[in-house]
């Protein structure tokens, strides 16, 4: 059975379900409960679980993002809520310093199954602080899960399997995926974390992409099937640490070039990692460099304008796959415009 | 509210509608001219939620309404070579520092003009040379750049003050406990000020601090500290004027200013935790109607005065906006002009569709 | 050195060499076991030292010498069901939970039979069994870990209570400010320890905290607080059971405990920063030399008992570190065992030097 | 002039010349006056110029860092030293959030002068929270600019750059480099940020590295030429930010194949940016895929077994040529094993 929702259902609705499930789960953050989410995700769970599972908290993210990692060492299952993701440098110390390590410095003594679920994602004009995309820094991290799904089903799937894992897991949002639709299956089915996943198969070329991205790459790799007949391969990455290399690899060398989309700023952003992956393990099937598409280098401007600028379009994404077709010597004689 | 009734000790009509102690004619001629600002900042925040709804306005916009009468005590309280640290709801701090509206409007608009060249928008309001030093969005990041700020002042040697504000739920976090810390223990020349207006977004005071009367909190660092009746802008200036004079001796103070969010916690909060009753009483205590009636009982100002003060705020703001419509939006190829202040060798001003490197020619087609 | 002069009530013998008055009988026999208990402790440091002089240690190695009597009285106050989170100057705590020196040593060796496996080191004892939840080496870092420990308790309505210790400087970072709230809030049943040892590394009170009497810090949660003589391990136990009281029944507390720290911060400081005087001072505050001859001015211990505890103790950390040293290393091949809790898909299990894809069959010579 | 001296003192002189010469430095840290630093670098400098001008910190990272933009704003010179860099993610928010980005995002009305000096490395049994290399956090970030040097005559002059620079600088030091010696040039000669060196001329492979591993690969390329007969070209990155693409590429360019050094971890650390910038800019001149030695993706062990393990070893170097050479089939005959 299916059911069409948003993103933000998908959310809320497998938040409420685990909470239903396991008495252990409970929520933690700033705004969650009487406010109802600063992004509604938590609405009326308040008022159905309770102050004790539905908990709000000063603002003081180091505090409560390291009071849950605690908690989780005694054995809830705290979902934590950082209201976006460029809070999270406060706790960074705990999350990178503590709840990553202290499975692996004690030796295997006690797990931490905690999820941080936080929003990323530029275009909103709310400028250079509040703006940024900064996954990396936890996808970086031995230790750390990070998944970041881009439809409501894998939002569904991948919640589930973090808040039963028994790891910290950062669970990657997006504000510009809230309000997005699509199918989720009901009943039980929790995503493998540390799997990619090809969304589409095609032949031409590999767009890969996650979260935002990942829903960017398929929007445009429809439209160049209907408008050029192009046959364009996706790969959502879904998981960005552990990173499914194997997918990635196999994807290229079917396709022998690929353009990699994200959100964060280029040098030293995930698209690297994905592009020095592909060059090592396609080595002798990559026909052209692999592209990237991501922000200009700069501290993400207010003005409409400038902010526009400073982001990757639809349209760059459309013209670097014309211009790695071009290189590769395939783009069809068609769809030359 | 407890701290309701200890407030502001003459002046303010009482809750049973009789007449306080009257005011001395210089605070008579004060409190006219703290009326008239805080109009202007009303009617400011008015147009500026208009120019929200009007989509001219992006991002978070928070106002300054029910706060008007803080705002102006404690700007009015400080000298001109002073600095101004704030947050997010910042709007009538810029103008109470000397910045005109039409470029604080521009700037909620994002254009050239804007006090930041449309590069910060509602949230980072910044102009060196009225010494408002931002604007700031994360909550407490102003703490420690304030008190760094006062650091260097008092390295110098020389006497201004540093102010930074806060709301009541950035009490909690741990750049307050760090930077209060270094200011008391480097005798540094700045005031803290809470605008403590009971919530963060929808958290009360009582659900965020454990010790709700917040100015009690200076003790952790042996630091003098006051609590005052924000609504009453010159409560509010005189308690102000204390704590910057012990300031500038080099004690820091922690300021409370207990005052009221009128609407939500930014434009787009219609505020739903509210009680009815609560937002009924909030009416009562708006300041513009409050320090308005007190300055028609005490006879310095009538219908017609208060009418024509409405009028000429109402154009302020309507002059900012249409100046802000007026203003260009930045140019496109100015978006690589503010990354550093040192030019850098290889710094990558490479747009988000470009190719890291420029294209190889064309491979002649395979077969 | 105010708060030495108001320690400890009765009982040790003061500076003039009179002698105060008398132990109980339980207080008599509970002295003894605790000063056995502190010598176990010193006995166990000085052997590390030497390890770490013999290059069995690395790392950073922090020693109690100096706080045997605050650790000593701290956990005799806790039940065995209670939880301990600490810092990196833990070696001493362990032991006083119960773990075996032998396996704490082994640790510090870096050696499989070591609490952590030898994964954590001299800063990073843990052990599940006997709640000691760690030893964390990020100054503040255990703190909102522990509080974390005190709402799991809380929200199962359970009767465990959380210890959680720190030093002096610990008290200026901003988790200590953030803990202490939420603890208080939500009424965890915690109590937070400050073991002032006067020093950082080599930075007073005076110079790191504005307010230099910490316990005073509580006010700004409304929490309940004490400041006791960490040199008396009896008044350390009183104190802290009073403590431990208070937070099963929902109180979060804070308790000071001043003391010394006799050598370095570390074993590889010289600590030159301290005068001779100071140095001097030291020796006469050394809890083994006071809590010893106090046991013996009471009648309770004769230069044969004393000579035998000594000696009984050296043999501990003897033992201690000849098992460690006869511990296996850690085998290489289980280098990938602790990342996970869970096992993942796609885990990279590459050493250093390995490519991360299989090397291509090697090509032909070209020309 | 020359003087030999190690990379510390090199760091103290500078320290001190620059003190001397503007009275708007001052130096801010934990520990680095009474102690005189942990590791010793400003050593003598509290007793010099007093505690005006060297000022020891309560341990508050984000309070003292934060102070420190705070006093650059007004036109101080603050050079703080974060103990070691594990400690700087406390004080993360301050330096990406508001460091930099106050230039920026005030439309270019403030700057922010301001060093911080901070170590990485592992190698010394410090645990996993002790042991980071995390220089990619802020590397990775437009606004902040990050310096790293592996000579005592870098270490001079790039702090010198550093110090008079008007823009936030993370100068990255690294313990196992403190005692290192080298020429010492005398007099005043900023380097110039964001450009690499080619500090040793080879045509068989391309060995890049930064601060501790420049400081390998041009060790390793000295013994390979010694005792193999083989021709080297190291790279030394000196700034991560900007990073030096043209350096970098021009000489894959002339050898055809390369070898990353790097002791953060592999998955999204520097070097995956170094090996996705070769594979793009010298597509068409690369005989191998860029081979990338890095530590092996775990929380750091203490135990000195485990530990060497996790670490890159200098044998593990020379064995990423030899296996690169054999890739290109470059690896002359004399020197085969
Ligand atoms: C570090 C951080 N956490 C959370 C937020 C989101 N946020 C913005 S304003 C706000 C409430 C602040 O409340 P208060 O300090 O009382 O100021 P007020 O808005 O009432 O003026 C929150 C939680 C933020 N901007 N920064
Ligand atoms: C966040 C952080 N900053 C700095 C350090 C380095 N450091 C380790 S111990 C210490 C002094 C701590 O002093 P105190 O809290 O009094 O504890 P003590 O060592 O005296 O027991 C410092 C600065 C650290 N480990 N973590
Ligand atoms: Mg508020
Ligand atoms: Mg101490």
Redesign the interface.
């Known amino acids: 059975m299916m059911a069409v929702m948003t993103f933000r259902q998908a959310l809320h609705d497998t938040l409420r379900d685990e909470m239903h499930r396991d008495e252990n789960v409970v929520l933690m953050g700033e705004e969650i409960g009487v406010f109802e989410g600063s992004y509604k995700i938590t609405a009326g769970l308040l008022s159905e679980f309770g102050e004790r599972r539905v908990r709000d908290t000063p603002i003081a993210e180091e505090g409560f993002t390291g009071a849950a990692i605690g908690a989780a060492m005694l054995g809830l299952r705290p979902v934590v809520e950082i209201m976006t993701i460029n809070f999270s440098l406060l706790a960074l110390d705990q999350i990178v310093n503590h709840a990553a390590k202290i499975y692996g410095m004690f030796g295997g003594q006690a797990r931490v199954p905690l999820v941080i679920r936080t929003p990323g994602g530029g275009g909103q004009q709310l400028g250079a602080t509040h703006s940024q995309n900064i996954e990396l820094y936890y996808a970086f991290v031995p230790g750390m899960k990070v998944v970041a799904p881009s439809t409501p089903a894998d939002a569904k799937a991948l919640l589930l399997a973090a808040i039963r894992d028994d790891d910290p897991v950062l669970f990657l949002e997006n504000l510009a995926l809230y309000n997005t639709k699509g199918d989720v299956p009901d009943g039980d089915a929790p995503a493998e974390i540390g799997r990619a996943a090809v969304t589409r198969r095609g032949s031409d070329l590999t767009l890969i992409g996650y979260s935002r991205t990942a829903f960017v790459a398929n929007q445009v790799a429809q439209e160049l099937a209907e408008t050029e007949g192009l046959d364009i391969e996706v790969v959502d990455l879904r998981s960005l640490r552990p990173l499914d290399r194997t997918t990635i690899v196999e994807s290229v060398k079917r396709t022998s070039c690929a353009v990699v989309l994200e959100d964060d700023w280029l040098t030293y952003g995930i698209g690297a990692e994905v592009a020095a992956t592909i060059s090592d393990g396609a080595f002798d099937y990559l026909d052209a460099p692999v592209r990237r598409v991501a922000m200009a280098e700069v501290p993400l401007p207010y003005s409409k304008v400038l902010e526009t600028a400073a982001l990757p379009s639809h349209e760059d994404v459309i013209n670097a796959v014309y211009q790695t077709l071009d290189a590769v010597g395939r783009r069809r004689p068609a769809a030359r415009r | 509210m407890s701290e309701r009734t200890r407030s502001a000790k003459k002046g303010s009509p009482s809750a049973d509608g009789s007449v306080p102690p009257g005011l001395t004619d210089e605070e008579g001629r004060r409190l006219l001219d703290f009326y008239r600002r805080m109009v202007v900042i009303r009617r400011f925040e008015e147009r500026a939620a208009r120019g929200y709804t009007q989509a001219l306005i992006?991002?978070?916009c928070h106002l300054n309404l029910g706060e008007e009468a803080a705002v102006v005590g404690l700007v009015a309280a400080l000298d001109e070579r002073d600095?101004l640290?704030t947050n997010y709801r910042e709007h009538g701090y810029a103008i109470e520092r000397g910045i005109s509206p039409e470029r604080v409007m521009a700037e909620l608009y994002?254009?050239v003009d804007?006090?930041?060249?449309?590069?910060?928008?509602s949230?980072?309001l910044?102009?060196?040379d009225h010494r408002l030093?931002?604007g700031?969005?994360?909550?407490?990041?102003q703490?420690?750049?304030?008190?760094?700020?006062?650091?260097?002042?008092s390295?110098r040697g020389s006497d201004e003050v540093v102010m930074c504000t806060m709301g009541d739920?950035?009490t909690?976090?741990?750049?307050?406990?760090?930077?209060?810390?270094?200011a008391?223990?480097w005798h540094l020349p700045i005031v803290y000020v809470i605008i403590n207006n009971r919530l963060?977004?929808?958290?009360t005071v009582e659900?965020?601090?454990?010790?709700p009367e917040l100015a009690?909190?200076a003790?952790?660092?042996?630091?003098a500290s006051a609590r005052v009746d924000g609504l009453d802008p010159l409560a509010t200036y005189e308690a102000t004027r204390a704590a910057v004079a012990a300031a500038r001796a080099g004690a820091p103070f922690l300021l409370e200013v207990v005052s009221e969010r009128l609407r939500g916690h930014s434009v787009v909060d219609p505020a739903k935790?509210r009680t009815a009753e609560e937002v009924e009483a909030l009416t009562s205590h708006d300041p513009i109607h409050t320090v308005g009636a007190r300055l028609m009982v005490e006879g310095l100002l009538d219908a017609a005065g208060l009418a024509a003060l409405d009028e000429e705020a109402k154009a302020i703001a309507e002059r900012a906006s249409a100046f802000a419509e007026s203003s260009p939006?930045?140019?496109?190829s100015?978006?690589?002009?503010?990354?550093?202040?040192?030019p850098?060798?290889?710094?990558?001003?490479?747009?988000?569709?470009e190719?890291?490197?420029a294209?190889?020619p064309?491979?002649?087609?395979?077969a």
């Open positions: 992006g991002g978070y600095y640290f994002g254009r804007g006090v930041s060249k449309g590069w910060g928008g949230m980072h910044f102009d060196v030093l931002g700031y969005g994360i909550v407490g990041g703490l420690p750049l304030a008190t760094g700020a006062a650091l260097a002042i390295y739920g950035t909690n976090i741990g750049a307050f406990h760090e930077s209060l810390n270094l008391a223990l963060g977004m929808g958290t659900k965020s601090s454990a010790e009690r909190r003790a952790s660092y042996r630091m935790y939006h930045p140019d496109p100015t978006l690589f002009d503010y990354t550093y202040a040192t850098v060798a290889n710094d990558l001003h490479r747009l988000p569709g190719p890291l490197f294209a190889r064309r491979p002649t087609e395979v």
